[in-house]
């Protein structure tokens, strides 16, 4: 007989995180009713709907932030330590082990450090000008070869 068994949390916040998730909660409504706003305007004004991306682009450009889209293939399957890409690298949902140099560490870690990287390598191109990988080195065709950017 196989038996499952789940437990259950309750959050019991003291003022400040209760404050703190008030806050959060009030600056990503600001942000919904924004781009909805946008997309409204752009409506009444017969323009396309914006996609997601470009949502993106005009929601932090409106504050003034800078907007860097990554290319997110392999992100997950890539070894921030030796750059080993492959599918293997992934035993499961949650947690990456490579199996060149046995880095092991949390999936979801080792996607945002790649995806960083790939952000960092971006945007050290739109600033130079020079040559970068597309997703910095999370291509399994990547040997160190630099392509232009694009
Ligand atoms: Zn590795």
Redesign the pocket.
């Known amino acids: 007989m196989q038996r499952l068994q789940a437990f259950k949390y309750e959050l019991i916040p003291n003022g400040e995180q209760v404050r703190k998730m008030r806050q959060f909660a009030g600056m990503a409504r600001f942000v919904f009713n924004r781009g909805l706003a946008l997309q409204k305007e752009r409506y009444a004004a017969g323009e396309k709907k914006l996609g997601y991306a470009a949502l993106c682009k005009e929601l932090t450009g409106w504050r003034g932030a800078h907007l860097i889209v990554v290319p997110p293939h392999h992100t997950s399957r890539t070894?921030p330590?030796?750059?080993?890409v492959a599918a293997e690298?992934r035993p499961s949902q949650a947690r990456f082990a490579?199996v060149?140099?046995?880095?092991k560490a949390n999936a979801d870690h080792v996607a945002a450090i790649n995806v960083l990287r790939a952000g960092h390598a971006r945007l050290a191109c739109e600033v130079s000008g020079a040559v970068r990988p597309p997703a910095a080195g999370t291509h399994r065709s990547d040997s160190g070869a630099a392509q232009r950017c694009a």
């Open positions: 070894c330590e030796c750059g080993h690298n490579c060149e140099c046995g880095y």
